[in-house]
């Protein structure tokens, strides 16, 4: 195992090459996906503009990171899906960013996995980074005497408890590894039932944009219930849900091609968010049983639902 400091001359050694290296490549046009073996991920800055339903949002200084390109760090982390410390060879995702050169105005990075899921990841919260300490590894190493595997980890199975539907979580050719599974959007007194962290897979994008005006696309209704609502999709939903295909695409979008509220009834919501049935395994349903949501909680949410569903979205203006 290597010394802290031999670690730290390593990971600064890094950085510097980061800055000098073009491992940032233009992505051609029309863009090419991040690689099917998981060895690219693609970075841009979101454009401002309306966000109309169905099309996606402007890609400004889309770039393709080539991750077998980068000089990589050997370090032991540790990581929340796999509860222990393991022996990685990856870059920090801050020194990553750091390199791509966000605009002054980007202080998000909405990070996209494959399987839809979208972490915000306050980039310049040096405290939070800090804890996170995000880690994009390219190769892991399950033992002391094993092999460096490249672009292979193992499987995450969801305990039943929590997640009633057991498919494994897969990963094609990087992981991110986070060392705390606690996210700021999270309420501290539902941090124990949800952690993002815990569901994400393969990393396939960082997307840059400014939290104030990207939240506020989403914002459609003065009014107070609406509101709550709205902080309520923002703390539990939108690691998993999207709006018009703006936001994450893991689970159902709450708007196309069906509006959630005209398919569920406020008590409906409720047991939904709430409980798990039976059947949800053989249903494949995937949602969390959210035991710290209140059935104002749920009535909040549907009154929401319903704003964004009858209204357009806010135009993203950063």
Not at 3 to 11: C, G, K, Q, T
Request: include cysteine.
């Amino acid at each position: 195992m290597s010394s802290p400091r031999r670690e730290s001359v390593i990971a600064t050694a890094t950085a510097a090459a980061l800055l000098t290296l073009g491992v940032f490549a233009p992505a051609p046009s029309p863009a090419l996906g991040a690689a099917a073996n998981g060895s690219s991920i693609e970075i841009w800055v979101r454009g401002a503009g309306p966000g109309r339903a169905g099309e996606p949002a402007t890609r400004e200084r889309l770039a393709v990171l080539a991750l077998d390109g980068l000089p990589l760090t050997e370090a032991k982390r540790i990581d929340v899906q796999y509860h222990g410390a393991f022996t990685y060879r990856g870059v920090d995702l801050e020194t990553i960013i750091a390199r791509y050169a966000p605009p002054p105005g980007a202080d998000l990075a909405l990070l996209h996995f494959a399987n839809g899921m979208q972490i915000p990841l306050a980039f310049r919260d040096t405290e939070l980074m800090k804890r996170l300490s995000p880690f994009l590894a390219r190769a892991m190493q399950m033992g002391p005497h094993a092999p460096m595997r490249l672009g292979r980890f193992p499987n995450v199975s969801r305990p039943r408890s929590g997640f009633v539907d057991v498919r494994p979580i897969t990963f094609v050719g990087n992981k991110l590894v986070v060392s705390d599974g606690g996210h700021p959007d999270v309420p501290s007194a539902a941090q124990e039932v949800l952690s993002p962290w815990q569901q994400t897979d393969s990393l396939t994008g960082i997307e840059l944009v400014s939290r104030n005006a990207y939240f506020a696309q989403f914002d459609v209704d003065p009014d107070p219930a609406v509101q709550a609502g709205h902080r309520l999709f923002v703390q539990s939903c939108q690691f998993c849900h999207g709006v018009r295909h703006a936001g994450a695409a893991f689970g159902w979008d709450f708007v196309e091609p069906t509006p959630i509220y005209d398919y569920r009834g406020q008590r409906n919501l409720f047991h939904h968010i709430k409980y798990k049935p039976l059947d949800a395994s053989a249903r494949g349903l995937e949602m969390p049983a959210l035991s710290y949501m209140t059935e104002e909680d749920a009535r909040s949410i549907w009154l929401w639902l319903k704003a964004v569903a009858t209204r357009p979205l806010r135009p993203y203006a950063p």
